[in-house]
């Protein structure tokens, strides 16, 4: 196993660039509402490649963990690529789903390695004992690690992530479909349930959901309860999803009727428990001759890198609202001036949300939010860099306390083009409040509030 040299991974970043495919380009925001309406490039395209096939360790969450990733075969830093992952079931590995097991590469990554034709990044990372509890978010957290560390290598096509998986597996695919719909473009759980928490939860995301109808370890019913949750967030037509009898050996796909981008297809087939079932044998399980590797394939494939939004999108909030609370989503916690401080200087925080002045914004005609009344929020020292602290300071005009407040929920530096973003990720009160890319996280949407 290869421990990468790179320093240890513990934020998410993601740098949009425009269509350029040898460039990393300039940063842009993206849409929180649903995947960005532009192909976009990574760090890592016109970049020697350190990164190789094989296992790597890092550091996320103060843990170290590992992936197994495939590179494919003539890559080029010229081009984006997709990027998919693929979780093990309960008490599987990495390694048994990077080698496929004993279908070998037809199945490798649930058969993605020999359905791609060389047109994907492949990764197959390993689970806390074996599987993905997803205590605190950790895991998807270690997506996200992963993510920036290859991204930042390779060159990914950021309109193209995916995720896959079966049975725990499958749960930790919905979990990343339910917290990170603005960073995957689409999922398949393969005989998933609810294991591993489904944090957020109500943006569309496109959703393919394989089950047996016979399973007795996770029963179908758990299946068509995640698929409805996206039902929903896609705006699906309510429609008949037929399933086949016992004993038929054949599976039957339904594909509905969704808000355009935001596909849903639902199979069920005619067996127990199994990502790998094959039409005219019931209870058979084959990585070479199954089914859902085909039409896993094609449901992602038809994902092209020109996507919509997930609803049309609204007009951004005019300045002149006044006394208002800015408020995290992630956190559900305020934007606070620390001990209500006037100091120039003193970095803003997550607070308990309690109305009091050091807590109160105002969002003026000339794009500033100001406290107290004569006090901004200033990019400090005028700083562009991603870290960059987020103060308060006298009014001044200039371009670094000049705030864009989108109606996706981004509040964006006009000098910087980077986003208001709570440290770290996390959530607790003191998170200190600094610039970073945008990259869609829940870390980075904020609300108006009276």
């Known amino acids: 196993m290869t421990t990468p040299t790179r320093p240890p991974v513990s934020r998410w970043l993601a740098v949009l660039a425009a269509c350029a495919l040898a460039a990393a380009g300039a940063v842009g925001a993206t849409a929180l509402s649903g995947p960005p309406a532009y192909a976009a490039s990574t760090p890592g ?32 830093n010229t081009r984006p690529y997709r990027l998919i992952f693929a979780y093990h ?14 279908s070998g590469t037809s199945w490798a990554y649930y058969g993605m390695q020999e359905q791609s034709g060389n047109s994907a990044i492949l990764v197959a990372p390993q689970g806390i004992g074996n599987g993905w509890p997803n205590s605190g978010g950790q895991d998807v957290t270690f997506t996200d690690d992963m993510i920036r560390m290859i991204e930042n290598d390779l060159c990914v096509d950021t309109t193209q992530l995916f995720a896959m998986g079966f049975s725990y597996g499958g749960g930790m695919s919905y979990a990343v479909a339910c917290t990170r719909s603005t960073v995957f473009r689409a999922v398949v759980v393969y005989s998933g349930a609810q294991l591993s928490g489904c944090s957020g939860g109500t943006q569309p995301i496109a959703y393919f959901g394989i089950h047996g109808i016979s399973d007795n370890v996770l029963p179908i019913a758990q299946g068509r309860g995640l698929r409805d949750t996206f039902l929903r967030n896609n705006g699906c037509a309510t429609q008949n999803a037929p399933e086949p009898t016992v004993g038929s050996g054949r599976h039957i796909t339904t594909t509905y009727s969704c808000r355009a981008g935001y596909p849903v297809q639902w199979a069920a087939f005619d067996g127990g428990h199994g990502p790998g ?17 085909g039409e896993a394939w ?6 092209g890198t020109t996507m919509p939004p997930s609803s049309p999108p609204p007009s951004s909030p005019a300045p002149g609202q006044s006394n208002v609370l800015l408020v995290g989503q992630q956190s559900g916690r305020c934007v606070d001036v620390p001990n209500a401080s006037t100091a120039n200087g003193t970095q803003v925080q997550l607070y308990d949300c309690h109305g ?11 794009r500033q ?57 996390a959530t607790a009160n003191g998170t200190r409040i ?6 869609g996280g829940a870390n980075q949407q904020w609300s108006l509030r009276n």
């Open 89 to 102: 079931w309960r008490g599987g590995t990495m390694s048994d789903v990077a080698s496929g097991g004993g």
């Open 369 to 425: 939010l100001t406290v107290y009344g004569s006090k901004c929020l200033d990019a400090s020292g005028q700083g562009t860099g991603n870290g960059t602290a987020v103060v308060i300071w006298d009014c001044n005009g200039q371009a670094n306390q000049q705030w864009t407040v989108g109606a996706n929920g981004t509040v964006t530096g006009v000098q910087s083009g980077l986003c208001l973003d709570a440290s770290g990720n």
């Open 45 to 76: 395209c016109g970049k020697a490649p350190t990164l190789r096939t094989g296992s790597y360790t890092i550091q996320s969450s103060g843990q170290n963990r590992s992936f197994t990733l495939r590179v494919p075969d003539g890559y080029t």
């Open 434 to 439: 600094q610039l970073w890319s945008c990259h």
């Open 277 to 293: 079932p094959v039409d005219g044998c019931s209870g058979c399980e084959d990585g070479t001759r199954t089914w859902t590797k």
């Open 356 to 366: 009091q002045t050091h807590q109160r914004w105002t969002y003026t005609s000339s």
């Open 298 to 303: 094609r449901f992602i494939s038809q994902l």
